[in-house]
């Protein structure tokens, strides 16, 4: 079956770009919408963004300009770019499926998530 | 955009039922019947337990069911068992071509 798997440093120092990648095995990326949600310590779950294998994308308005997400489909992979990150950035980031494919409109299948702590 | 609001906390004794509330406006959850629900536990990911405001994915119990009446939706468990105690979060699609999600709530099994 599909699988998500997040990777990326778990430590970043603020002002820097936060990097993510997503691996998805078992499955296609096309087809689908790809998304990233993060969870700050504590806190609840936050949208960050998506992208359409098309190429559309769209991304929460609260993260300004901040954010791009990109594909790689000859690897399987698509990735997250957070520039200008502070210490409320740090959060447990996961990927996760949008299955439109089985009208799924909603978030079906999730990375295990991977903790990204921003500090010098 | 703001998260849509549900209640910090609910709870029940095993076998009964509770419901959570998931507020938005008509931007939202009153516009669009793509709300969906996720139970996460402890250090796990979230797992997806109701979508398209009443349908549920398969092999999640029957117990979950989910309704929307303008611009709230609820997710109900009934027959509660000691395994649902978890966190619950709602999404919804919104008219800016986003997503958000509600705060959280937190279920205790008494």
């Known amino acids: 079956q599909v699988q998500l798997q997040e990777s990326g440093p778990g430590l970043v120092k603020p002002s820097e770009t936060l990097s993510l990648t997503c691996t998805v095995s078992?499955?296609?990326?096309?087809?689908?919408?790809w998304s990233w949600i993060r969870q700050p310590p504590g806190k609840g779950l936050e949208w960050i963004g998506y992208f359409f294998y098309s190429g559309s994308t769209n991304h929460n308005p609260s993260l300004k300009s901040r954010v791009t997400i990109s594909e790689d489909t000859s690897k399987n992979q698509f990735s997250l770019k957070l520039s200008s990150v502070t210490a409320a950035d740090t959060a447990v980031y996961y990927c996760?499926?949008?299955?439109?494919?089985?009208?799924?409109?909603?978030?079906?299948?999730w990375g295990q998530g991977t903790m990204v702590t921003v500090s010098s | 955009q703001s998260a849509l609001t549900q209640p910090a906390s609910v709870s029940g004794s095993p076998g009964q039922s509770i419901t959570i509330s998931c507020t938005g406006t008509s931007s939202d959850v009153g516009n669009y019947n793509y709300v969906s629900w996720y139970q996460q536990h402890p250090g796990k990911a979230p797992k997806l337990m109701i979508y398209?405001?009443?349908n549920r994915p398969s092999g999640v119990s029957n117990r979950f069911s989910g309704s929307k009446s303008g611009n709230t939706a609820s997710l109900t468990v009934s027959g509660l068992q000691a395994e649902d105690e978890a966190d619950y979060y709602c999404s919804s699609y919104t008219s800016s071509s986003t997503l958000i999600f509600g705060g959280g709530t937190k279920l205790t099994v008494l």
């Open positions: 078992g499955g296609s990326i096309s087809s689908y919408y």
């Open positions: 996760a499926r949008v299955n439109i494919v089985a009208t799924i409109n909603a978030f079906d299948i």
């Open positions: 398209d405001v009443s």
